[in-house]
Nanobody
Framework: QVQLVESGGGLVQPGGSLRLSCAAS????????MGWYRQSSGLERELVAG???????NYGDSVKGRFTISRDNAKNTVYLQMNSLKPEDTAVYYC?????????????????WGKGTLVTVSS
């Protein structure tokens, strides 16, 4: 069974930095895309950043230039470095793994979500 576990959330002052990590565990062959989404109270979940197995990245407009996504394929882990944080970045951040292949599902992989980690930006 595949599980995603996020870590690194917490309280930070405006202008500060945080680094989120998400490790995928289980008998995994490969993961196509790993990414981060976030959801603030009363709003829909939105894409923060994504990264393919080959290293191609994309970012939500509101975080471009401030956040950096990276990935360690050998560890099935994705990271999100968040700099110049703003109060509007406050949200629960969810890790996503798309196209996960396993011994029981070697083709047409499944998608998985972590349980989320809370990031609060406040003075």
């Amino acid at each position: 069974q595949v599980q995603l576990v996020e870590s690194g959330g917490g309280l930070v002052q405006p202008g500060g930095s945080l680094r989120l990590s998400c490790a995928a565990s289980g008998n995994i062959f490969s993961i196509n895309v790993m990414g981060w989404y976030r959801q603030s109270s009363g709003l829909e979940r939105e894409l923060v950043a994504g990264i393919s197995s080959g290293g191609s990245t994309n970012y939500g407009d509101s975080v471009k230039g401030r956040f950096t996504i990276s990935r360690d394929n050998a560890k099935n882990t994705v990271y999100l470095q968040m700099n110049s944080l703003k109060p509007e970045d406050t949200a629960v951040y969810y890790c996503n793994a798309e196209g996960v292949t396993t011994p029981t599902r070697p083709y047409f992989g499944m998608d998985y979500w972590g349980k989320g980690t809370l990031v609060t930006v406040s003075s």
